[in-house]
Structure formats: structure tokens, C-alpha cells
């Protein structure tokens, strides 16, 4: 077979780059080499691994499906009751008409009332989840990072957190008696052992090469806390603050429906204790409805769009 010379290879008008250079450097890869092929496919991972672009519904969309699918639960729930109570399975004082529970729940907005017991309940729980999530982030990160803290109070807190919060109220009287004080006691027993719980599982869930980076580029722990274990364990961190606003809000009620006093004021938790106190059933469903709705107001509007600006932020979300 006759053999091509280096000016053959090079005047071939067809080579790209010409021959005599690709002989003269060994190490530049010749045309069509596998190297192409694998710089080919890493960049079409890149591109896969990149976030999608923006394509968020409109407005009218996302407020169809954030709002019509909950309305039409809440009808079909009505007309289920109603259909109960017509049927007159349980007598009046069990079971009253939906009729009569919006004229209970009517008549404390028109009267303004309803806005003090929604203030009273609303602002002691943010007060509350605010202190239990500045207790409850250090207290994660030392768990998380800090092998004997773990071993100790690692299980405590998991106890702590599948303690129901009523078992706490009768010793905060106690101990406090009958004021803000022990309401807050309680409220922060709910909350700090579910925010701790979920930033630990957040930074469990994270790369260990990721510490490893911090460490090699000169962070310190509060650096590496601030800039690497926070930010990457927020989608973790972000769900264990949901729970965590969750048992806030639930202990709140506990603690409101034992510690009654007129120097507490009225809250949703002390309304509703009226309402069973006055045998009226009309007052315990409406004060039950309210608390829902405060509930799921608060997940409507915090957290849901938290969530999702957070998930969308790393590209793991196009949804609603």
C-alpha cells in the first residue's frame, strides 16, 4: 500500500486544518476523534442539567388552580352536610345547619370581632415561630455537624417533636401561671424540635464534596454554615420550617384552650373554648372553620411561593 507523505496529507484541500500541522502535534485530536464525541455529550448534559426556561403559567391560570379545585372541595363538603342534616341522623345540637353556622360566623365579622381573635391567635404564633426558628437553626447545625450533640440530643428532639403539645400546657401553668409567658413556653416546645429536625435532614441530605470545597478555599465553620450548609439544605430546611409553623399553630390552640384568663384576651383557641362552654355548636364548627382558614392562608401565602421560587432557584420546578 503506498504511503502518503506529509505535503500529500497537507495539500489534501479536503483535510481541515491540513495534515502537517495534526502530524506535527500529536496531541491535537484528529477530526472526528472520539474526543468530539465526548465533548459532544457533555454538552448536551450541561444543557439537560441547566434549569428550564421560564415557562411559568399566567396568572389566570395559577389563580384557577390555586383557588377553584379548594372551592369546589368546600362545596361538595356543604352539600354533603346538608344533606346530613336534612336527613336528621344526629339532633340539632350535634349537628346543626350550615345555614345556622354562617349566621354564627356572619355575625362575629360583622361586628369586627373576628379580627381581634384572628390578631390575638396570628400574632402570638409568628412571635413564637420567629423565637423557635432563632433557637431552632443553631440547634440544627450543631446537631447536624457535632457527633456527641447528636448521639445525646438527637433522639430528644425527635421525642420532643411526637410529643403532643397539650402535655405541655398544664406544667407552663405552673410554672409561669396563666400569661403570655406560658403560651410562648409552649408554643416554642412545638415548634423548635420540628425546625431543628429539618435542617439536620437537610444537611444529611447534602454532597459531602460540597464541605470539602469550603474547607479547601479557607471557610471557617460560621463561613461554612453561612454560605455552604444553609443555603444547601434549604429545600430540606424550607419543609422542616412548614412543619415546624404547623405545631406552632397547633400548640398556640392547645395552650389557648387551657390557659384562659381576661388579661390573655380572646384568641381562636379561648373562642372556641366558648363555644363549647355554651353548648353551642354553631360557635365550635365556626371557631374550627376559622382556624383552617387561618392555617391554610398561611401555607397559601408564605410558603407555598416560598417553596417555589426556592425550587424553581435550582431548576427542579416548572410546575404551578
Not at 457535632?146 to 402535655?167: C, D, E, H, K, N
Not at 409561669?176 to 429536625?197: E, K, R
Amino acid at each position: 500500500m503506498p504511503q502518503l507523505d506529509s505535503a500529500a496529507w497537507g495539500s489534501n484541500p479536503q483535510t481541515p486544518g491540513g495534515g502537517a500541522a495534526w502530524r506535527s502535534n500529536p496531541q491535537t485530536p484528529a477530526p472526528g476523534a472520539p474526543e468530539d464525541e465526548l465533548d459532544a455529550v457533555g454538552a448536551g448534559l450541561d444543557s439537560l442539567d441547566a434549569p428550564a426556561g421560564d415557562r411559568r403559567p399566567s396568572f389566570w391560570k395559577r389563580f384557577a388552580w390555586g383557588v377553584l379545585p379548594p372551592l369546589g372541595a368546600l362545596a361538595l363538603l356543604i352539600v354533603i352536610w346538608q344533606i346530613l342534616w336534612a336527613a336528621a341522623f344526629w339532633p340539632e345540637a350535634q349537628l346543626p345547619a350550615p345555614l345556622a353556622v354562617w349566621n354564627e360566623f356572619w355575625g362575629i365579622v360583622a361586628d369586627g370581632q373576628v379580627f381581634g381573635f384572628v390578631w390575638t391567635s396570628v400574632h402570638r404564633a409568628a412571635l413564637g415561630f420567629l423565637a423557635g426558628v432563632l433557637i431552632g437553626t443553631p440547634l440544627g447545625l450543631v446537631v447536624a455537624k457535632i457527633r456527641v450533640v447528636r448521639a445525646a440530643i438527637g433522639p430528644l428532639l425527635t421525642g420532643l417533636q411526637s410529643l403532643p403539645s397539650v402535655a405541655w400546657v398544664p406544667a407552663a401553668i405552673l410554672w409561669f401561671g396563666i400569661n403570655d409567658a406560658a403560651i410562648y413556653f409552649v408554643v416554642l416546645l412545638g415548634s423548635v424540635p420540628s425546625i431543628a429536625n429539618g435542617l439536620v435532614s437537610g444537611i444529611d441530605q447534602i454532597p459531602p464534596i460540597l464541605p470539602r470545597v469550603g474547607q479547601v478555599m479557607g471557610a471557617n465553620r460560621l463561613s461554612s454554615a453561612r454560605y455552604i450548609l444553609l443555603p444547601a439544605a434549604l429545600p430540606g430546611f424550607l419543609a422542616g420550617l412548614k412543619q415546624g409553623w404547623a405545631f406552632s399553630w397547633r400548640s398556640l390552640m392547645a395552650a389557648e384552650l387551657i390557659a384562659l384568663s381576661p388579661q390573655l384576651g380572646v384568641g381562636l383557641g379561648a373562642y372556641l373554648n366558648q363555644g363549647s362552654s355554651f353548648n353551642s355548636m354553631e360557635t365550635v364548627i365556626a371557631a374550627i372553620f376559622l382556624i383552617l382558614l387561618v392555617g391554610v392562608g398561611i401555607e397559601l401565602a408564605v410558603f407555598r411561593p416560598l417553596e417555589r421560587a426556592v425550587l424553581r432557584a435550582r431548576g427542579l420546578t416548572s410546575s404551578l
